[in-house]
């Protein structure tokens, strides 16, 4: 994969500093969000210029304000436990750049990464000198980078998460084999819209003609505006609560292990006693997602696959802080729940899976989003609260966490704004029956995950 002329990277971070030179919106608090800032012709151009990789394999493709990645990694653990080379693009990374692009849940090596980008040099550096408003975002080098590579490394199908909303996003260049929504919600409201029909008009911008579509949107302001996408697409619409029920879901310790059994049943078959190592009744939509999106797949011939397949991945998908437990004695979850939706499913999981003596959190946010909702629905069943900051310019700064906390409990909690060291303080502060749940942004989870590898 490598090329030899001027134009190759010589080492890794040579090669990532080139991809930090590119407008990042991820470290932005506001911009304008339209057709013009993100282009879809801009990606298409850009893709053309390596021969259009994206239209060299297959791929399923996932929106949703939340449980977008949960249903990703489900998915594309069921494919390769069938037998097919995977790609997996979700976004953003918790720790390292390379988890955003995985084959067979292996990440993009340093060595591929280098190969892919300095293929790409050249187009980016060109429009970066003459025409700068036209040059590829970071977000879309990385899209492109994670194409390129799957069409390099042959892949059988790729699972591509949208980053956001989904009409405008640079994923939104495949013609899928099935599209899926997860859920809609109130997020990234200053950006998508301030009402659910809104949001669900960005989410809903994934659906192409005759594609089917997976669902669990379930609020009727949004799903009228997903049913009737669908129906001006012609593309069939399979929900969550009407093709594909869950009909059972249990919290349960399977070999030491918490987890999810889950029976679930759709328009094809049922799955008995799913067993799912993720904390949270919420995982069983997500799956449920990930069976229906199966099931149309073994429809249109991509794959074939033995039921006690399906079942042996499932019992193997991973999601990183996803309510992830990291340690015991105390107890560590690392999540990053970023709405008050979210929020609130992850209080309701502590409180009906986990006994402790005191609830020790961790909190660290971006400021672009709704801090006080997120933060009612958490802060008063903690009996310590820090407040913390990651290394994000969005970053919400903790005094200002701190005085909306005093206004919901009266409490003023302890700020410490490095993350290591809130990290630390929890654990210092912490019994062994006491439960430590840092969550937030997931930059907060990516900083605290390293800072716990230092502390354990």
Not at 236 to 243: A, I, N, V
Not at 268 to 292: D, R, S
Not at 353 to 375: E, Q, T, W, Y
């Amino acid at each position: 994969m490598k090329t030899n002329n001027k134009n190759y990277f010589q080492i890794y971070e040579e090669a990532v500093s080139f991809l930090h030179n590119a407008l990042d919106y991820e470290k932005l608090i506001s911009y304008q969000y339209n057709a013009s800032t993100f282009s879809l012709d801009r990606m298409e151009k850009f893709l053309a210029y390596v021969e259009n990789p994206h239209k060299n394999f297959p791929s399923v493709h996932i929106t949703g304000t939340k449980g977008k990645g949960s249903t990703a990694i489900m998915i594309s653990t069921i494919l390769e436990n069938a037998g097919l080379t995977t790609g997996l693009f979700t976004s953003p990374h918790i720790i390292d750049l390379k988890e955003r692009i995985q084959i067979n849940h292996r990440h993009i090596s340093e060595a591929d990464f280098i190969s892919c980008i300095s293929i790409l040099r050249p187009y980016i550096q060109q429009l970066q000198e003459t025409e700068p408003k036209a040059s590829p975002t970071f977000f879309e080098i990385l899209t492109v980078i994670g194409m390129l590579y799957f069409k390099m490394r042959q892949v059988s199908m790729a699972v591509l998460e949208v980053g956001l909303g989904g009409r405008l996003d640079s994923t939104n260049v495949v013609i899928p084999q099935v599209s899926v929504i997860t859920n809609i919600g109130l997020d990234h409201t200053s950006i998508l819209g301030n009402t659910l029909s809104e949001i669900a008009y960005e989410k809903a911008g994934i659906i192409k003609k005759g594609v089917p579509v997976v669902s669990a949107v379930d609020k009727p302001a949004a799903l009228s505006v997903i049913d009737k996408t669908c129906r001006a697409k012609d593309a069939k619409l399979y929900l969550l609560g009407k093709d594909i029920l869950i009909e059972k879901a249990q919290n349960v310790e399977k070999d030491g292990t918490r987890g999810l059994l889950c029976t679930i049943q759709t328009w094809h078959q049922t799955y008995e006693n799913i067993f799912l190592p993720v904390v949270g009744i919420h995982q069983a939509k997500n799956c449920a997602l990930a069976l229906g999106a199966m099931d149309i797949l073994q429809e249109q011939g991509y794959l074939s696959i033995d039921e006690k397949i399906i079942r042996k991945a499932l019992a193997q998908a991973h999601c990183p802080a996803r309510i992830e437990v990291v340690s015991k004695k105390p107890l560590i979850l690392l999540d990053f729940s970023h709405t008050a939706e979210s929020m609130r499913f992850l209080k309701k999981t502590i409180l009906e899976n986990f006994v402790f003596h005191h609830l020790i959190l961790v909190l660290g946010f971006s400021r672009d989003k709704d801090l006080n909702a997120i933060l009612k629905e958490i802060v008063p069943v903690g009996d310590k609260i820090i407040v913390t900051q990651s290394k994000n310019p969005r970053a919400a700064l903790p005094e200002d966490l701190c005085r909306s906390i005093e206004k919901i409990n009266g409490i003023r909690p302890e700020i410490l704004p490095g993350i290591q060291d809130a990290v630390i303080k929890a654990k210092r502060i912490a019994s062994p029956e006491d439960l430590i749940c840092i969550t937030g942004s997931v930059y907060v989870a990516g900083e605290a995950k390293q800072a716990l590898r230092l502390a354990l």
